[in-house]
């Protein structure tokens, strides 16, 4: 299968009427993996864009040309270690933890355990009663069987997931769910008229999103409609522990503000301000904001036409809905980690045993993001075209599985290094913030006539009121 067509299969699953296929320029492998991410990550892209076009054309625009190099959609997959700030790389604080990592249990299965904010570190490593050393938490979970001490993690609203491979994932009744769900999932949930917006310089400007997501996936949404026009504000509350050199990577092209919403005034803020967005980001735990009132049906009673993305790691239904998750538990649960070990174990010729790892990208996040965004413009699309209030569901796992669906390259196949700058230089870009000069990988989807950017540099957060500019 070519790009173009599995582009095209994409748009199909989307639901949406085929749209006009991107010219997508080289392809995989480019980065260390036999699985095809720079492929992957071009078609969510691509969809977006060209789901962008379409909405433009309704305003007043005409036909242009969008273009991807496969290159730069491989290298913006880790474009959070592309970030210099006045020069200097950025720290990544949770790189090193030792909550946060694969350890052996007691009935020699791998479980990967994520305790990466203070709160989930600290309950983690008193349901393992241990240190915080690797050493400590390898030993203690030496005593767990794998599925108990998963199922336990849950049951404490922790993330941990027990690696296994792609078989076994998808005989689970939550990888049997996943197996029969597209990628991106887009409904109607209630009436509304349609959408008219004037004419402008790009597809999605004076679109209001407000984005109530954190590390790394949920963000991704919003930068990426931003860089098709959106407003974009960040809300999350003050107390909310956040990765610093995250925020610099999804927050360009955004504002932010701080609402808490356990406090009536600050939750009825954010209603005011629901009720003039045409967008709406959850990337908590299915559910969560519910509790607060936030729900899909709520918001299309008061915003009419609204568009509802959520984002979670194991989908929106079944067993494992409401369970935390990250981009390594995604890898790991759906057989991911699995033939990545096998990949570097047959690459370094080792006939010891295989040991899983990790793909060397964020790409679960950053991809799931991606369609997420797809599914946000084509939501816009089918709303300037027939009306109507429209959920987006996506998920980390479900892209997992769409992107083993697209094949592995051959291992002797696969690049031994890989320079994700090389090359590229035209897509790097640079601006001042409150904290000095930021050098960063711009938007790599090229537009012949409402080429993508981001207008803001990352925000200092909760520097912004919490309105509209653009209202």
């Given at each position: 299968m070519t790009t173009r067509d599995a582009?095209?299969?994409?748009?199909?699953?989307?639901?949406?009427?085929?749209?006009?296929?991107?010219?997508?320029?080289?392809?995989?492998?480019?980065?260390?993996?036999?699985?095809?991410?720079?492929?992957?990550?071009?078609?969510?892209?691509?969809?977006?864009?060209?789901?962008?076009?379409?909405?433009w054309r309704l305003r007043g625009g005409s036909q242009q040309d969008i273009s991807i190099d496969l290159r730069a959609a491989a290298a913006s997959l880790v474009s959070f270690a592309l970030l210099r700030l006045n020069g200097e790389a950025v720290p990544r604080p949770s790189e090193f933890k030792p909550t946060v990592g694969l350890y052996r249990t007691g009935d020699g299965r791998w479980i990967h355990l994520h305790g990466g904010f203070p709160r989930l570190e600290k309950r983690t490593l008193d349901l393992l009663n241990a240190d915080n050393t690797n050493e400590s938490i390898a030993e203690c979970v030496a005593k767990w069987?794998?599925?108990?001490?998963?199922?336990?993690?849950?049951?404490?609203?922790?993330?941990?997931?027990?690696?296994?491979?792609?078989?076994?994932?998808?005989?689970?009744?939550?990888?049997?769910?996943?197996?029969?769900?597209?990628?991106?999932?887009?409904?109607?949930?209630?009436?509304a008229p349609v959408l008219r917006l004037a004419e402008a310089d790009q597809a999605l400007a004076g679109v209001r999103v407000l984005d109530l997501t954190r590390v790394l996936a949920g963000?991704?949404?919003?930068?990426?409609?931003?860089?098709?026009?959106?407003?974009?504000?960040?809300?999350?509350?003050?107390?909310?522990?956040?990765?610093?050199?995250?925020?610099?990577?999804?927050?360009?092209?955004?504002?932010?503000?701080?609402?808490?919403?356990?406090?009536?005034?600050?939750?009825e803020a954010l209603r005011v301000l629901a009720r003039d967005a045409h967008v709406f980001i959850d990337s908590y735990r299915p559910g969560a904001l519910a509790d607060l009132g936030v729900t899909p049906a709520a918001l299309a009673h008061s915003s009419p036409g609204i568009i509802y993305c959520a984002v979670s790691c194991y989908g929106h239904k079944g067993p494992w809905a409401q369970r935390r998750g990250w981009e390594q538990l995604a890898q790991s649960v759906t057989g991911i980690a699995v033939d990545q070990g096998a990949f570097a174990a047959?690459?370094?010729?080792?006939?010891?045993?295989?040991?899983?790892?990790?793909?060397p990208a964020a790409a679960c996040d950053y991809i799931t993001g991606y369609l997420a965004a797809a599914g946000v413009a084509a939501a816009l699309l089918r709303r300037f075209r027939e009306g109507g209030s429209w959920m987006v569901e996506v998920s980390l796992s479900a892209t997992a599985m769409w992107l083993q669906s697209l094949g592995k390259v051959p291992a002797a196949s696969v690049p031994t290094e890989w320079d994700p700058r090389a090359g590229l230089d035209s897509y790097f870009n640079s601006c001042d913030t409150k904290r000095g000069r930021l050098d960063c990988l711009g938007p790599i989807v090229r537009m012949s006539k409402t080429p993508q950017s981001w207008r803001l540099p990352p925000p200092e957060p909760g520097a912004d009121q919490p309105v509209w500019l653009a209202a």
């Open positions: 582009f095209a299969a994409l748009n199909r699953l989307a639901g949406i009427a085929p749209l006009r296929s991107p010219a997508f320029e080289g392809d995989d492998p480019i980065m260390a993996t036999p699985f095809r991410v720079g492929r992957a990550a071009a078609i969510a892209l691509g969809l977006g864009a060209a789901a962008g076009n379409e909405i069987n794998g599925f108990a001490l998963e199922e336990s993690l849950a049951f404490m609203k922790l993330c941990g997931a027990v690696v296994r491979t792609e078989e076994e994932w998808r005989k689970t009744p939550q990888g049997a769910l996943l197996a029969d769900t597209p990628p991106i999932v887009i409904r109607k949930i209630a009436d963000p991704t949404v919003g930068r990426t409609l931003a860089s098709q026009g959106a407003e974009v504000l960040s809300v999350r509350a003050e107390k909310l522990p956040t990765i610093d050199l995250f925020d610099l990577d999804t927050g360009r092209g955004k504002r932010s503000t701080f609402l808490d919403l356990n406090k009536p005034r600050e939750a047959e690459r370094a010729g080792s006939r010891r045993e295989t040991l899983p790892q990790l793909i």
